[in-house]
C-alpha cells in the first residue's frame, strides 16, 4: 500500500482549518458588502440634506418667500431655464465630480472603503501564493 493513498483530502485537518476558513472569511465579507451600502446610502442621504438645508438657508438669507424655498427644494420637474443657469455657472454632465462639493466629499468616503476592503485580499493573494509553494514542495516529496 502506497504511502497517504488511502486517506481522504478533507479528512486532513489543515485543509478542513482553510476551507472553514474561507467560509468564515466570506461571511464577513458578505456582511462588510451589506454594512457599505447601507453605510454609503446612510452617506449620501445625509450629504443631499445638508445640501438642500445650505440652499433653503441662502434663499431664506435672501428674503424669499418660504413657500418658494420649498417649492424649489420638493420640485422634481426640469426645465431649460435651470439647465442653462447651472451651465452658466458650470455645472453640466461634464463637471468633474471634484468640482461639486458633497460629490468630492462623497468619493473620500467610498475610496477609503474601497482600500479597507481591499488590503485584506491582497494578504490572501499572498497566503495563496504560499500554499501553493507548500503543496507543490509536499507533492515533490511525496513522489521522490
Not at 476551507?19 to 446612510?42: D, E, N, R, T
Not at 450629504?47 to 424655498?69: F, K, T
Not at 466629499?105 to 494578504?123: A, C, D, G, T
Amino acid at each position: 500500500m502506497e504511502r497517504g493513498g488511502d486517506m481522504k483530502f478533507f479528512r486532513d485537518r489543515q485543509i478542513k482549518g482553510y476551507f472553514i476558513f474561507q467560509f468564515i472569511f466570506m461571511i464577513i465579507l458578505f456582511a462588510f458588502g451589506i454594512y457599505f451600502c447601507k453605510k454609503q446610502v446612510s452617506a449620501v442621504r445625509l450629504m443631499y440634506l445638508e445640501h438642500d438645508i445650505d440652499i433653503a438657508s441662502s434663499l431664506l438669507e435672501q428674503e424669499v418667500p418660504e413657500e418658494v424655498v420649498v417649492t424649489a427644494i420638493t420640485s422634481t420637474t426640469k426645465n431649460a431655464n435651470g439647465t442653462e443657469l447651472l451651465n452658466s455657472i458650470g455645472i453640466n454632465k461634464e463637471t468633474s465630480s471634484s468640482m461639486i462639493p458633497f460629490l468630492s466629499e462623497f468619493q473620500i468616503v467610498i475610496f477609503y472603503y474601497l482600500v479597507l476592503l481591499y488590503l485584506p485580499l491582497f494578504y490572501l493573494q499572498e497566503l495563496s501564493f504560499f500554499l501553493k509553494k507548500g503543496v507543490n514542495f509536499m507533492r515533490k516529496r511525496m513522489i521522490l
